[in-house]
C-alpha cells in the first residue's frame, strides 16, 4: 500500500501536467495537406491538391491560410488533400495540432 499512493500521485501529477499542454478543443475548417504540397498563394498559403509528394508532413492549412503541423498523422489517413471540419487542440508546447475529429466540409 505504501508503493501505491507515491505511484499513484506521479501518475496524477503527470497527467496534471499533460493537461496543461493543450489548449480547450475548438472547431476549425481547412485543408489537410502534406507539407511539400503548400504553396504561398499572395499573403496566404494554400494546398496543392494535385501535388503527389508524399515526403512532407501532415499540416492543416486553415481557411485563412494557416499552416500547422499535425501531432497525430495516422489520424488524416484519407483525408489528404480533403476540406475538413476538425475538432482539434493546440499543443502549447509544440505549437502542433492534436486532432480529435474530422469530417468532411462542404
Known sequence: MKRIVPALALLLCSLLLSGQQMQQAMDMTGTIC??????????????????????GDAVFVDDNGKVT????????????GKHVKA????????????????????
Open 69 to 80: 503541423k499535425i501531432a497525430n498523422p495516422d489520424k488524416v489517413k484519407g483525408y489528404m
Open 34 to 55: 502534406n507539407s511539400k504540397c503548400v504553396s504561398q498563394d499572395s499573403a496566404r498559403s494554400v494546398c496543392d491538391i494535385n501535388c503527389n509528394d508524399k515526403s
Open 87 to 106: 475538432k482539434c487542440k493546440m499543443m502549447k508546447d509544440t505549437g502542433e495540432m492534436w486532432l480529435d475529429s474530422l469530417s468532411i466540409h462542404g
